[in-house]
């Protein structure tokens, strides 16, 4: 079955020590997103790639980065993890286009900071 | 500003009755709209979408949704609940444009009573 994969499922990580979240889909879509999603809060979006283009939404800090080094792969990087950025990171795909679509989500990755 | 807005934090429901999850967006002009639904630890699952159209509209697990225009609203409803759908729901939106990121509300979290 076509599928978004986030791995690993959880991650453990110690302040201020850089960690890389990964994120695959086998559905060939245009366009990747890093949603984040603190405990009892909605998903908020950090940055998307369609393609090869970067696309940072304005209030995401600058301690989180992203690559996408091909159509299936794309991955969150967290710079220097504070308490702050426990959270759980959903990645998302679509098609992309002009036409409206609906967005996949993984499974997440839970990231625990401490 | 874009916003969706989910005013029922929490609702609960007895098993077998029927479900009503309200929610209203504030948008420039008719977003896409779309109901998820996350379990515990898990990702988001689509349980349906309205583009443009009919405006009831049919998803999965028995869960349907109605736009209406003038109530700027797209009420999640289901006849009869079953234990498995206690989860968080989170209604969500985007303006148009196939790359545009999710605006989610903040969820409603459905609790069933045996």
């Known amino acids: 079955d076509a599928m978004v994969i986030q791995n690993p499922r959880y991650q453990v990580t110690q302040f201020g020590k850089p960690v890389t979240l990964s994120c695959s889909q086998t559905?060939?879509?245009?366009?990747m997103y890093w949603y984040q999603q603190k405990s009892s809060q909605a998903p908020k979006l950090l940055f998307h790639y369609y393609d090869k283009d970067f696309n940072n939404e304005a209030d995401t800090p600058d301690n989180f980065q992203s690559r996408r080094p091909n159509t299936s792969f794309c991955f969150l990087d967290i710079r220097s993890p504070g308490l702050g950025d426990a959270a759980m990171y959903l990645c998302?795909?679509?098609?992309?286009?002009?036409?409206?679509?609906?967005?996949?989500f993984g499974p997440g990755t839970r990231l625990t900071v401490l | 500003a874009q916003s969706v807005t989910q005013p029922d934090i929490h609702i609960t429901v007895s098993e077998g009755a029927s479900l009503e999850l309200r929610c209203n967006y504030s948008y420039g002009a008719t977003p896409y709209l779309f109901w998820y639904v996350q379990s515990p630890g898990q990702g988001l699952q689509l349980l349906l979408k309205y583009f443009s159209g009919d405006t009831l509209v049919q998803g999965i697990k028995g869960f349907e949704a109605e736009f209406k225009r003038s109530q700027s609203s797209f009420n999640l409803r289901k006849p009869s609940v079953h234990w498995s759908d206690a989860a968080e729901y989170f209604c969500?939106?985007?303006?148009?444009?196939?790359?545009?990121?999710?605006?989610f509300g903040k969820g409603t979290h459905l609790i069933i009573q045996p």
């Open positions: 559905l060939n879509h245009n366009v």
């Open positions: 998302a795909t679509s098609r992309g286009g002009l036409a409206p679509n609906e967005q996949f």
């Open positions: 969500a939106a985007h303006s148009g444009g196939g790359a545009d990121g999710l605006t």
